[in-house]
Structure formats: C-alpha cells, structure tokens
C-alpha cells in the first residue's frame, strides 16, 4: 500500500488561506468517504482536525475545512494563525480493512 | 477524561521482539465500534499505520508488515499490546496507540514512545 501523495510544504500570511492536497486512488482516497485529517506540531502527537472527509470534531475551529474531488482530497485552513503552523498528514480508508497515511505538509505561517 | 498511554523498551537489538503496551482509561474496549490503532512515524518521516483491534477481537494489520505483527487486547485490564518480530534498524521510530473508530478516524493518541533499533 503506497503513501498518499501530498506536497512537502504549504504557506500563507496571517489571516491568508492555504489548502493543502493528499492524492490516492480509487481503492483508497476515491473509493470511500473515509479520509480524515491530522496535525502535529513538533514533539507532540497528532491530533484530529477533520474525519469522514469534512466533519469537524468538537473544539476544532472552523477555520478548517475538508473536501474530496475524485481521487484527491484537500485541506483547507482559512484566516491562518501562527499557531496553525504545524505538519499535517491526510489518512484514508484503503479497502481490506487496511488505512494509509500521506507524505505529510508542513504548513509556514510567513 | 479519555487517556492512553504506550509503555515498551526504549532500546532493542536487531533480531529482537519488540512488545508495546497500550494502558488506556476513559472508554471501554467493550462497547460496540470502538477500536484501537497502532502507528508509528520514524525521526523525521511520516506517520504509518500498522495494526487495529476491535471491540470484537478482529484483528487487522498493514499489508507490508503483517507478518511480523501480533496485536491483542485485554479489555479487564483495560490494555492492548503490541508485537513486533525481527526488529531492525529501519524500525527505530516513535510508536504511538490511538482510540479509533470504524471509519478510521482516531481522535485521541497517546504521547508516544520512541524506539531505538541498535545493536
């Protein structure tokens, strides 16, 4: 099972949107509703920001933002704050009761 | 207050078998839906999953490392451990437990523990 495809880095400035992409296939990202988001600042472990492509858990702001076009799903952090620069990395349901993780996106809040 | 917390060696030797323990409190491994993850990120990389539990013993693992894993659980204990067979290397890595649900999403971790693969 092959790591979800997502960009190295991602930037914005203060207040600015960035919206980051993990790229699958149709037996992982398009095949299920199942992709879900994760941010982790350095030393720290991850902590759920998006599941089930778009749901937002309770606590999380609604600064961000999930979607899924095709095989692609997308992160997007809008009104970016310092605090949201950190790595994020997309997770998906991959069939046969197997679950992928992506390459990961550091996020610099300029 | 949900809480889980890995517990392990730090250091193991290449050939050994690494065992993790996953001390959880605040959910029951009983109740329907609810499961356990493994994942793991070596220094610098990506996190890659590894194995679940469920809340009714199934048992699931990643495709390229299934042969080396064994995951259970004791629900009275309120724990689930973790083997790992011939470790190397390429294994040293921060190993972290997470509540997980059907759809995958795991919404509490624990903090982690790092092994080192070293002889």
């Known amino acids: 099972q092959s790591a979800l495809t997502q960009p190295p880095s991602a930037s914005g400035s203060p207040g600015q949107s960035v919206t980051i992409s993990c790229t699958g296939t149709?037996?992982?990202?398009?095949?299920?509703?199942?992709v879900s988001w994760y941010q982790q600042h350095p030393g720290k472990a991850p902590k759920l920001m998006i599941y089930?492509?778009?749901k937002r858990p309770s606590g999380v702001p609604d600064r961000f933002s999930g979607s899924k076009s095709g095989n692609t799903a997308s992160l997007t952090v809008s009104g970016l704050q310092a605090e949201d620069e950190s790595d994020y990395y997309c997770?998906?349901?991959?069939?046969?009761?197997?679950?992928?993780f992506g390459t990961g996106t550091k996020v610099t809040v300029l | 207050q949900v809480t889980l917390r890995e517990s392990g060696p730090a250091l193991v030797k290449p050939t050994q078998t690494l065992t993790l323990t996953c001390t959880f409190s605040?959910?029951?491994?009983?109740?329907?839906?609810?499961?356990v993850s493994w994942v793991r990120q070596p220094p610098g990389k990506a996190l890659e999953w590894l194995a679940l539990i469920d809340w009714d013993d199934d048992k699931y693992y990643s495709t390229s490392l299934k042969t080396r894993l064994t995951i259970s659980k004791d629900s009275s204990k309120n724990q689930v451990v973790l083997t790992m067979t011939n470790m190397d290397p390429v294994d040293t890595a921060t190993y972290y437990c997470?509540?997980?649900?059907?759809?995958?999403?795991?919404?509490?971790w624990g903090q982690g523990t790092l092994v080192t693969v070293s002889s």
């Open positions: 605040g959910f029951s491994l009983s109740t329907s839906g609810m499961c």
């Open positions: 149709s037996s992982d990202v398009g095949g299920y509703n199942y």
């Open positions: 089930e492509v778009s």
């Open positions: 997470a509540r997980t649900y059907g759809s995958g999403l795991k919404d509490y």
């Open positions: 997770c998906s349901y991959a069939g046969n009761n197997n679950y992928v």
